[in-house]
Structure formats: C-alpha cells, structure tokens
C-alpha cells in the first residue's frame, strides 16, 4: 500500500510521511529499487520529478481503483448469491439466536415508538462496543503486547473461518438436500482453515491471501445480515460512517493514532485487517484505511488483527541489494492501494440486506452506488494523500439510495415493467 | 461491448460506472415526479396506472442528465489529457470514446433495470405475461418484448450519447439538429413503447430497432468512422 512501490521499509505510508520524515538512505534505496516507470519518470529533470510523480500516481490511480473494485465486487456477488440461495440468510425466518450485543429485538407489530428507540439503544451498544474494542487494539499495540496482540487476532481468525465456514457449508448442504460424511468433512474443513490461516498471518501467494480474506470477509458480512435486526442494520451503518470519520480523521481517533504508531515504528500494518491489492506496479497511491477494529468476532467479542512479527520483516528488508523471495513477496504485499477489511464487511452488509428484498433494481442500485462512492473516496485520496475513511462517502451513498430506490424509484419501475414502457 | 471496448482500459470502466450511476440518477428524479405528482392529483388508482405523462417528463429528465454527464465527462477529459502522459500515447477517452463509454454505462444500466426482475420473475413462481382467468398480465410475448426492447435501449442509448457529445462538441447553435434528433428518437422509442400494454407490440418493437439503426448510423457518420473496420480504433 505505499506509493512508490518500496517505499520505506515500515511500509505503507502516505506521501506526508514520505517526503518530511524519510532519511536519506531510505530515499536512495527508493531510487534503487524502482522499477521502469519510476525509472522513466525518475530520469526527467528535478524541477518536472515531483508534477510527474504527480502525473504517474493519477494516472496509475484508474488503475488502483479497478484493483479495488473487483474484490469488493467479488465480496458483494457472494453475498448477495448466499442471500439469494440460501434460505438461512435470506431474512424469510425468523431470528431466534442473535448477538449479545443486539439485545432488543422489535417485532413487526411493536408499535412505531418502541421500535425506535429499541433500534437506537441497539446501534448505540454496538458502536460503542465496536469504539471499546478498536481502542483496546490501539492499547495493546501501543504497549507492544504482541503476544497478546498476535494470539488474539490468530485465534479470532481461526473462530471466523472455521465457525463460520462450517455454517456456511451446513447451509449449503441443508439447501442442496446433500448429505456429507464427517470424514470428508474434517478433511475439508482443516486445509481449508489451515491454509487460510497460514494465507492471511504467514507467506502464501497474494492471491490466495485476497480471496481468503474477500472470503471471510463475506461470512462475516452474511452472519451480520443474518443476526441484526432489520432497521438496526441501517442504523448501525449509519452510526458506522460518521464513527469512521471520527476515527480516522480526528487527532485522537483510534485508527489516526494506529497509523501513527505504526508509521513510527515502522511496521507493516495488521495483514488480516487489510486487504492489499498488490498491483505489482508502483501503484504511488496511499492506504485507505478504515474500521480495522470493527472487524469483530461477535461471539467472542474480540477485534481481529493480525500482527506479523516486526523483527523479521526488518532482518528481511537490511540487506539492500539482496532480491531475496522473502523481500519480493513482502514487498509485492505492500505495493497497491490498501482497504481495510472492515470496508468490505460493510459494503456488503449493505448491498446483502438490500438483495434480501428480491428485487434487483435495488440491489443494483445500492451496488452502483457504492462503487461510485469508493471511486469518489480514491480520487480524493489522490488529491488529498493521507489515509482516508473508505465508508463514509460509501455508505451514505449506498443508504440514500438504498431507501430512496426502495420508496420512489421501484414502484415507478416496476409499474414501468409490467407495462413494458421503456424509458 | 463492454468485453471489448471498455474492460480493458480501467479509466473507461470508471466512466462506465458513472454513466450508469447518472441513469440512476435521472431516474431518480423522474420517479419522485411521478410519485409527487400522482399522489398530489390522484383521483383515484386509475391515474396512478397510466404513465404517459410521467414517461414524458422522465424522458426529457434523461436527456438532461445526458446532457450533464456529457458537460462533466468533457471537464474531466480535459484533465486526463493535460496530465502529461509518459509511455502512453492516449488515455482511451479522448473524443467519441469517450461520449461511447458513457452511453454505453447509460445503456447497461437501463437494460438491467428494465430486464433484470423479469429474469429474476421467471425462476420463480409465476411467470410474467400469463393470461390468468382471462385478465391479461400482458401479452404471452411478455418475455421476448422486454428481451429485445431493453437491448435495442441499450444500443440506443450509446448511439445517442455519442451524437448528443459530438453535436456538443460542435457547438449547440451549428448542431441543433443532431440534438434534436437524439430527443425525437427517445421520445419516438418510448411513445410507442406506451403502446404496448395495449395490444399490438409491433409498433414499439419496429420503430425501436429502426432508430437503433438509424441513430448507429449517424453516431457513426458522427464519431468518423467509415464503416465497421474501423471500430478497431475504439479498441485502444
């Protein structure tokens, strides 16, 4: 996620940092290791170097944005697939498990005040516990447990993929009428959560790293679906964009003074809490970041992170003129635009509650929206350069048309449609 | 068209997105007419069925929003091409590509709308366009008139947007009639595509792909290119 490809050996970064507080050693190493654009673009002369910088990172931004758009396009089709097959997700039976943290559940013949101030009182409760849980994180990372830190975030990706992998697979089964021994059952369960694990927190090809982190970030956008009330949803999303403003942009935001930290310390952020496009090409765009503590286990209550050992990324990255595998690899991850985790969880949310009602124009339309919401947040990263909440523009677009769609435009279509009137 | 022409090229795609976002758009508006507008003067369900006058106005609120999108996607084009570019020798969406990606972004979207939950009807339960208890839901043809109405729409819509862009490009006052073109077309397509409900889908179906054909020509006269050779250009 840094901008120039190999930036500095702490990794993604934005360009702020970049240019005040990087040493000079650092800067050479960037000349060294830049690849043939950069080369082109590094060749003119100093007075052209910083606008064409400029001009390279706009015009390789289209791209880190298509980047970006396929795997939340990815995550968005599952779910909305999941939602459509299987019964257990798609809203039609009554919920009687749900989250602790969800206590009140409205039922349809509560009256108009009762299911108000239900859904408040519940949105209120999950942010603030999703606000506790990000703070606890920034705490723990501050303080450097990371034992605790890496044992926590292990173990919650465990409970994520094998949990809720495992329910998945019985929702399939259960749809499909097919019956599965337990044998081929553990098999299948073990390297699947296995590899994961070892995709997400350790080595593994890029590509499989990205389409087991879009996969859990699915499972986890379908148990939200599943388990949160109806209008709470909406408003929990809602809450969320204005938290995620508040958190990044704010001096005293969790995620602001998480970055900060590890800009400081020079580390390599949290690999199961971002997803890295990985472009392979000095993609000088900076992270977008956001929501990295509301990646919650709700069952457990805990945040999920990942914090691969620091003290090993910087052995790799000493030796300067070493191409090692483990540098290539390292560096392939850190190259592309960043988006945390969390953003997926919650565009797909969205997009899995409106296809819950069967009708695509909405869903469409809330998947339309999203997109031009996260195109609109990446081009003004590339003005403004500095980690940006991805949900904010996002959501509110997505919310506006959600219930705007499902209030004005459907019935006009769908009268439209039976009519067979083309506009 | 999307495979060939847009896909491969990721600035188009975002444009892509952004004609289709603008559709959206403009129907937006032109159903809140229609709901403020029925419910202020209804008089009964009857009014609230019949759609002439509010298919009208969400016409011309489309080419509005046409003409809009184009005003935005020429200010941003700008920007792309002064952005000097190394190793490239275009950015994809100079000129007619340009007005093509976003009347295609147009195009999709509508079909889609027009023709995704009649998709979607026919897995399920029921089927749309079933004569039930001698009511008619629709001509038994239900299936094949959306089918290729909403891909006539779609090629319409490009077509459209190129002229209206390249007219714009002109200069309203030497190319008014290339303007006027693009809303009698729309005007044509949808006023007979009222007709429908009605008995006789013909009408619709006909005079549509007649100006598909015939706005394809002139979009074509319009963008330059000779004959269909030479839609390789648009390929890079």
Known sequence: ?423 | MFTIFVAPNSIRVLFWIFGGFCWLVSLLVGSLFWIIWYSATSTGSALQTDLTFASLITVIVQEGFRLLSLWGLANAVERLESINIRGRTRSGMAGSSGHFVLGLGFGTIACLFHSMNVMASALGPGSPGLEIDGVSHGSPSFYITSAFLSAALTFNHCAWTVILGSSLNKGLKDSWYLALFVAAAHLLTTGTSLFNNQGSIWPCIITSWIVVIASAAVAFREAGLKGLASTAEFHN
């Open chain 1, 1 to 423: 996620m840094t901008q120039r490809g190999e930036d500095n050996p702490a990794g993604p970064v934005g360009p702020v940092r970049r240019t005040d507080v990087l040493p000079e050693q650092t800067q050479t190493r960037q000349r060294n290791q830049s690849n043939p654009v950069d080369r082109v673009s590094e060749s003119s002369t100093s007075e052209n170097e910083s606008s064409s910088a400029q001009d390279t990172e706009l015009k390789y931004g289209a791209e880190a944005v298509i980047n970006l758009f396929i795997p939340v396009t990815a995550c968005m089709i599952f779910v909305i697939a999941s939602v459509q097959c299987l019964s257990s997700y798609s809203g039609q039976q009554k919920q009687t498990v749900s989250f602790i943290y969800t206590p009140f559940h409205p039922a349809d013949d509560d009256s108009a005040g009762t299911i108000i101030w239900q859904t408040v009182a519940n949105s209120l409760i999950m942010i603030s516990v999703i606000a506790v849980m990000t703070f606890v994180l920034v705490l723990l990372y501050k303080y450097e447990c990371n034992m605790l830190l890496g044992g926590w975030l292990i173990f919650s990706t465990m409970t994520l993929i094998f949990m809720f992998g495992y329910f998945y697979l019985q929702q399939i089964l259960k749809v499909n009428n097919a019956a599965l021994d337990w044998v081929t059952l553990g098999i299948v369960m073990w390297n699947f959560g296995i590899v994961g694990i070892i995709c997400i927190h350790w080595k593994g090809p890029l590509f499989l790293q990205q389409c087991y982190l879009i996969i859990s970030a699915a499972l986890m956008a379908l148990i939200f679906i599943k388990m949160l009330p109806n209008w709470t949803t909406w408003l929990i999303l809602a809450f969320l964009s204005i938290w995620d403003l508040i958190a990044v942009l704010c001096p005293y935001g969790p995620l602001n003074m998480l970055l900060q930290l590890a800009n400081d310390r020079e580390d390599e952020l949290f690999p199961a809490l971002i997803y890295s496009s990985g472009a392979g090409i000095a993609v000088p765009t900076v992270m977008v970041t956001t929501s990295a503590g509301t990646f919650l286990a709700p069952l457990l209550g805990m945040a999920e992170t990942s914090d691969p050992s620091p003290q090993e990324e910087v052995q790799v990255r000493q030796p300067r003129s070493q191409r090692s595998s483990e540098r290539t690899r390292t560096d392939e991850r850190r190259e592309g635009v960043k988006l945390g985790l969390g953003d997926f969880i919650f565009y797909s949310v969205l997009v899995g509650k409106a296809s819950q009602l069967h009708d695509w124009n909405i869903t469409l339309a809330c998947i339309l929206s999203i997109l031009v919401g996260l195109s609109t947040t990446l081009i003004i990263l590339a003005f403004f350069k500095k980690p940006l909440p991805a949900l904010p523009i996002s959501l509110t677009l997505g919310l506006i048309f959600y219930f705007t769609t499902t209030y004005v435009i459907a019935p006009f279509m769908d009268l439209c449609i039976m009519k067979q009137v083309f506009l």
